[in-house]
């Protein structure tokens, strides 16, 4: 490889994206040829490879030696695959009865086949020489051999294969070769890692360190050389968010219009659509909420339209942030907005219970104002979270009903009355059903009990007050404060253009809080009653 490298180690240890990606691109082909000569899967390699460049990405600072960079990502490769391999031996049985892997092209298959046959110096050789055609010295540096031992080696390996199976050798490598989709994929990866390390660990370093990293990768690609623009968009627009969140607003913006300049050139309207969702999103966190009003209703109208797998929920949520605004009032001052939280979800009737869930899509809680606020989970009635489980549609006192949540946290809720008058601001409500329930740190029913809810569900109108104590803190109350339900004997009335809306009590009483949230039915598929939910709190 080329005699810089120490230069470049150096410069990317000091923080130097470009210098990073530079070495990204020099080894990425020797390092996914090497995980294919451990595993004989392109698929299983180039997950490998992506692997290899994060940990070598986290650990440069422990590289000794920085002229033996091809060397020491080899051997963190290399320690990558032999725990493949281990992995892949524990699910040997599973994969006989189910296969795991994509099948192969007749010539991948023969290839495979047929350098498995050679011994495994040979094997090594002629993989990095057709991965990417790879001089010798580049092949000896990179395995830390001589350039005559490499050259022995190749010539034994291709002595071993017959002619036919060599010129499919170089085919196949040639159509699995790596390009810009591997910096594409291992940028989506640190992505993913950012976003899991802010959301659910709320450790902002090391959000931004992941951020740094798949900046450093997509560093020096060229809008117009890539192959799949469209893909190179997508990475840009997640990227440009997760900084932007991190206040680097400036950056965020130049990589949005990178990632529209690539969806136009492509022609892809998804991809547009897309770019317009991160400039609603910058023009709600900046304060313009008419503009960003007008971008969600855009936004809602194109996403329900479509008709493939995951744009209808795109349309809902987009739709919720519309009617959150317009009900929040679009000249309220931003800086009053606690929190703003849109999404969807869905009842469902299964198994004798009604069912609820809810996503949460886009939205922030302020940091200056209540932990408990700041800890919402979502579109709910304040910090009050609604169960998975909600009633049986056949009550009985003494029920017991016990059930996992979407975050593996278990509860346990015991149905105390069905006798119970509740007033509200959306008024007095009798032969109301009462249960209480202990939330669990855990997936089981036994161990520290994180809160308690009590939950009261008036029959033919539904929920109408819920309070949640989380152990140790305060007890909070949110009331029903407006509804339109069809005539229904149900606990809970399912039927398209139901809604409610819900008051934080608590927050208003202790904080001055203006607050709603919202649950409205729009649609029924197959039995799922599909809602968008959003919720507020404004400061007076």
Known sequence: MASDEAKLVRRATGGNAEAFAELVRRYRDAVYGYCYHRTGSFEDARDLAQDAFVRAYTCLHQLRDPGRFGGWVRRIAANLCTRW????????????????????????????????????????????????????????????????????????????????????????????????????????????????????????????????????????????????????????????????????????????????????????????????????????????????????????????????????TRGCNFLAAARALESMGLDTEHGKIASFLAGSGGFKREEGQTMHWVWVALGFNKESYPARLRNMPGPQPGPAPLPLVLIRNQPVVGDTLRFVDKDSRAEESVLESLSDKVTTPAGAFENCARSSSKLFASKTWEGDVVGTRRLWIAPGIGIVRIEFESTGGPTDTSELAAYAVSPSDDYIPLAVGNWWKWRWIKGEEEFGFSTESYRGIIAEENGTYVVVQYSFCVAP
Not at 106 to 113: D, G, K, M, Q, S
Not at 143 to 148: A, P, Q
Not at 208 to 228: H, N, P, Y
């Open 85 to 312: 391999a281990e992995s892949r031996r524990e699910i040997a049985v599973e994969c006989i009865e189910h296969p795991c892997q994509v099948p192969e092209s007749l010539n991948a298959a023969v290839v495979r086949e047929a350098l498995s046959t050679l011994p495994e110096n040979e094997r090594l050789a002629v993989v990095l020489h057709y991965v990417n055609g790879y001089s010798y010295g580049d092949i000896a540096d990179f395995l830390e051999v001589s350039k005559g031992a490499v050259r022995g080696r190749l010539a034994r390996g291709r002595e071993m294969l017959k002619t036919e199976v060599l010129r499919m050798t170089r085919e196949t490598f040639e159509s699995n070769k790596l390009d810009e989709e591997f910096v594409i994929e291992a940028v989506k990866n640190a992505l993913q890692e950012a976003q899991d390390a802010y959301n659910l660990l709320g450790d902002k370093a090391q959000s931004r360190k992941k951020v740094e990293e798949a900046a450093s990768l997509i560093a020096g690609m060229e809008t117009d050389q890539v192959s799949d623009p469209v893909a190179l968009g997508h990475a840009l627009l997640y990227l440009g968010s997760r900084e932007f969140i991190l206040g680097d607003r400036d950056r965020a913006r130049e990589r949005w219009a990178r990632a529209k300049t690539l969806f136009e050139q492509a022609g892809d309207q998804d991809g547009i659509e897309s770019w317009r969702e991160a400039l609603a999103y910058e023009r709600l966190s900046m304060g313009n909420l008419a503009e960003a009003h007008d971008l969600y209703s855009q936004l809602a109208d194109y996403w329900l339209s479509r008709r493939y797998e995951g744009s209808y």
